[in-house]
């Protein structure tokens, strides 16, 4: 969508991310919608931007529900902070941005259920598109 250039490895280790997308990225599904989540035993949770708000950091078991959530947010906030236009000046394309501060977000929730094999999406029949979410 070129509102990014560069190594997608190196924007990540240069938390970019977290400009777009500043919380976890799903959680487990149970009981409840969102169901008991948490880190192993001796896990510490990172500090570092984006990866400070994951919920779940925990070996996945046959039968586990996940929800896998990628979304991208325009947060007036965190865009306009001088100090993140600065950081990030050589690979963020600032123009296309702006123009979808006003648009504010979207984000698009599969639940996955954990098999012995492949992954099975439970949401794969439902029809979506981030980009035509964006641009239309």
Do not use: Q
């Not at 504010?104 to 492949?118: L, S």
């Amino acid at each position: 969508m070129g509102l990014v250039k560069g190594d997608p490895a190196a924007l990540v280790e240069r938390d970019l991310h977290a400009l777009f997308f500043p919380h976890g990225l799903g959680h487990l599904v149970g009981l409840g919608v969102r169901d008991a989540s948490g880190y192993l035993p001796g896990r510490v949770r990172s500090t570092r931007p984006g990866l400070n708000m994951l919920r779940t950091d925990l070996p996945l078991e046959r039968d586990y529900v996940i929800t896998v959530e990628p979304g991208v947010y325009f947060i007036p906030a965190l865009l306009d902070d001088p100090e993140r236009r600065a950081r990030y000046a050589d690979c963020v394309a600032w123009d296309r941005i702006d123009a979808l501060k006003s648009f504010g977000g979207i984000r698009i929730e599969d639940n996955v259920r954990i098999t012995d094999g492949e992954p099975e999406n439970l949401a794969a029949a439902i029809p979506k598109s981030l980009e035509f979410a964006l641009l239309s």
